[in-house]
């Protein structure tokens, strides 16, 4: 037991030391893109670094998202050793009268050899003495002493028959005790290495899809389209310029007007001059020029500053229009008219507008190969392409209530293509999970009870909104591995309700029916982060996944079946859902349809039948086999689709602290509103709490300075129509408190937040059961 601790510390520092040196590599990568960013944006390679840095920045964000996963491995990994040593002082505690019969055999074994010894030594004295001829009175005592040793040597005898039966039923027990210690802690181990093996599968299969995608990208990428791309960016024009004209050379006008000529570099667009008659030019070069060979009055009258044609300066080349332009003046003075040569070219029989539109076509469509698609994206198998993912470093899952703040950022992976092998599980039924006891009911909040809080009214509520599509909430985080629907509900944020065991008709009558019960369990998981008052700034995000149920007597049904009946189902309400991740390997689904609020699907059926004659094999006693079916997304509607509403207010000073915790229950976030059961509420509060006064009562765990409430179910039938405060004195001895993080757990049954449903498609199986729960995931909140 001792090396199990020893071995789950050294993988946790294992996985640890991997994780950093995953996070170092990921940085570096992303300095790595930064360079590529500030490399040249000039010449014909200039497109490329863009891809580079794309491609980059997608390598990088692939092992920052296994980072992430690892951490989380990590506080499994501490969560299980927790467990562990728990576990360990619980097995001690319950071993130690094992450890009194081992003792009590120990100390009778050496009683018993004394008392054998003494006997013996008796016996032999006594025989030695009648051989030797002693008196009658000697030979008396001796006999006496060789009866009292023959007494005590069989009750010894007795006694450590006795203690031996104990000592070999006590070990016995132990040692399976021990033994089944160690098994669970060699599964638990196996366990985490597959979830580890996974992260990294995961994150391979993105890096070599990223690796595909920038190989694509540069292939696509071809010379042409690099040159085409840089004529158009730094092209002056498609247009040659005109011929020049020899100018005759006005002698009077020259002499009289002959001013230095000097060429302006820029002129500043949009400011005009009234034109004069001191220039180098004559009227007669200006019509030849204008014209460009043309009868006078060919063009007509032509606006300079309207016309959509190349400018020339007075050396034919083309003036850019978008730029200041290029022009003589006769004058360094600013304010001196200018003259300006306009050239325009007929119409040409090759039509050089479609030339032109054709070349951009070209251009862009071998462009447009390049397609740099943003960093991992969860993929929807049924519809076979990507949704863009957004990246936040609000990111709900990454958030910790009760432990440091991290600011790396996180993104979403894509679901593994290889999904992990399922196993046997317990059945579908109607067995739910024990929730603890549930506390009396709340006493009403007597008026100045406790002090220091406002309670004035808070903008707390929403106003009710329209039903328009809702704005899509923040990826999923992680594809979960498949498990088993049977679990327990504790007030760990990560866990789901599942769904318990239940006997169905027997596998003996099954193959009689005329339809074979299929039971169906849909799981939903809320995570929600409240942020004082303001609906805005709550982030919500839900994922659920469906469960088939199978009882074991239909495997010698599908066995015994060439072609056993096909299972299809129809899936509604889908247009709720934002991501959609069937089992690839069991499930298929028709990607044409048309109606977006539904969804058809159908069973591989020779995949089923293998996959539960698997389960069968390795569990033949269980009655019922789960398989994972599918996994979902909701659209999320920030806070309109939290059940539970929740603002929290601190008031800190150096001696006290005072808390209160708003809740609100919202039955428009379900479909159809249930209670919410199993409702309680961790607060840590810091500053060494001396004591404690609540309302309703609470529990205080000072070794983790927490505060615990344990409320009774809530729904629209509680008082105040499931609206209520959790109200809180702590008096400290080294304040003041920091405000902290709370956390929040519940459940619920035969109620969904997606209003998702299912409905069977074709003859051969009936629905026999149909389970739906909720409940929390992460569901935190802060003032």
């Known amino acids: ?90 097995t001690k505690e319950e071993v130690a009268s094992t450890l009194e019969a081992v003792q009590n055999i120990q100390s009778v074994s050496q009683a018993l050899q004394k008392s054998k010894e003494n006997y013996i030594s008796k016996t032999l004295e006594q025989e030695r003495m009648r051989k030797e001829g002693a008196t009658q009175k000697d030979l008396d005592k001796a006999g006496l002493k060789v009866k009292k040793a023959t007494e ?6 007795e006694k450590y028959a006795t203690a031996k039966t104990e000592f070999e039923q006590r070990m016995t027990e132990t040692s399976q005790k021990f033994q089944g210690i160690e098994e669970e802690h060699v599964l638990r181990m196996q366990e985490i290495i597959h979830s580890y093996c996974q992260s990294v599968e995961e994150t391979h299969i993105q890096i070599g899809e990223g690796q595909e995608e920038f190989v694509k990208n540069m292939e696509n990428t071809s010379v042409e389209s690099l040159i085409q791309k840089l004529a158009e960016s730094k092209g002056t024009g498609k247009e040659r310029p005109g011929p020049i004209e020899f100018e005759e050379c006005n002698v009077s006008i020259a002499t009289e007007g002959a001013k230095p000529r000097k060429r302006k570099t820029f002129a500043i667009p949009g400011r005009r001059r009234d034109k004069d008659t001191d220039s180098t030019e004559s009227a007669e070069v200006e019509a030849v020029n204008a014209s460009n060979g043309a009868p006078p009055g060919f063009y007509g009258a032509i606006d300079l500053h309207n016309a959509n044609v190349p400018q020339l300066d007075e050396e034919g080349f083309c003036i850019r229009p978008e730029n200041s332009f290029y022009s003589s003046s006769d004058s360094e003075d600013e304010d001196e008219p200018r003259k300006f040569h306009v050239q325009i070219k007929p119409v040409q ?3 050089g507008t479609h030339q032109h539109k054709a070349t951009i076509d070209e251009l862009k469509a071998s462009i447009g190969n390049i397609s740099l698609s943003p960093t991992p994206a969860v993929r929807d198998v049924s519809h076979q392409h990507a949704h863009h993912v957004r990246l936040s470093n609000n990111d709900l899952l990454s958030l910790d209530p009760f432990g440091p703040t991290s600011t790396g950022s996180s993104s979403s992976l894509p679901h593994s293509s290889v999904p992990p092998p399922n196993r046997p599980t317990t059945p579908l039924g109607t067995a739910t999970i024990i929730p603890p006891p549930r506390p009396l009911s709340r006493p009403k909040l007597p008026a100045g009870k406790l002090t220091g809080i406002n309670e004035a009214g808070r903008p707390f509520s929403p106003s009710k909104m329209s039903n328009s599509s809702p704005p899509p909430a923040a990826p999923l985080a992680r594809a979960e591995s498949s498990s088993s629907l049977s679990s327990n509900t504790s007030l760990s944020t990560s866990n789901t309700p599942t769904v318990g065991t239940s006997r169905g008709p027997s596998p003996v009558t099954l193959a009689s029916l005329d339809a074979l019960p299929i039971a169906v369990a849909f799981t939903e998981s809320v995570n929600a982060y409240f942020k004082g008052a303001d609906p805005s700034k709550c982030i919500v995000k839900i994922t659920g996944d469906m469960t088939l149920s199978f009882p074991s007597g239909i495997i010698k049904i599908f ?41 058809d699907f159908w069973l591989n059926m020779p995949a089923l039948t293998a996959y539960l004659r698997k389960s069968s094999e390795q569990n033949p006693a269980a009655s019922y086999y789960n398989v994972d079916i599918l996994k979902y997304q909701v659209c999320s509607n920030g806070i309109q689709s939290t059940p539970l509403n929740l603002v929290v207010y601190w008031k800190c000073t150096s001696s006290t602290t005072d808390l209160r915790v708003d ?10 509103p249930a209670a919410l059961t199993n409702v309680q509420v961790l607060v840590p509060v810091s500053g060494d709490v001396t004591n404690m006064q609540s309302i309703p009562n609470a529990i205080w765990n000072a070794e983790q300075s927490k505060s615990l409430w344990k409320l009774s179910d809530i729904s629209d039938k509680s008082e105040n129509e499931g609206s209520g405060s959790l109200r809180a004195k702590f008096e400290l001895s080294d304040g003041p408190s920091i405000p902290a993080t709370l956390a929040v757990q519940f459940f619920s049954e035969g109620s969904l937040l997606s209003g998702v449903d299912v409905e069977l498609v074709g003859s051969g199986y009936r629905l026999s059961l149909n389970k739906k729960r909720f409940a929390t995931g992460r569901y935190m909140a802060d003032c």
């Open 1 to 90: 037991m001792k090396h199990g601790q020893i071995s789950s510390k050294e993988l946790s520092e294992f996985i640890r030391e991997r994780a950093t040196i995953e996070e170092a590599y990921s940085r570096s990568m992303t300095k790595l893109a930064k360079t590529a960013s500030n490399c040249s944006q000039l010449g014909t390679f200039a497109p490329m670094w863009d891809v580079f840095k794309q491609s980059t920045e997608k390598l990088a964000a692939c092992h920052m998202e296994l980072v992430r996963k690892l951490q989380e491995l990590i506080k499994e990994v501490q969560k299980y050793v927790e467990e562990q040593a728990k576990n360990h002082k619980k």
């Open 152 to 157: 005590t040597y069989k009750s010894y005898v």
């Open 349 to 351: 029989t090759n039509n």
């Open 559 to 599: 066995t015994s079946s060439p072609s056993p009946a096909v299972l299809s189902f129809k899936l509604s309400n889908t247009s709720r859902l934002e991501q959609i991740m069937p089992n690839q390997q069991l499930l298929h689904s028709d990607s044409s349809q048309s109606d977006t609020n539904t969804k």
């Open 663 to 672: 809740y609100r229950y919202n039955p428009e976030a379900m479909q159809p």
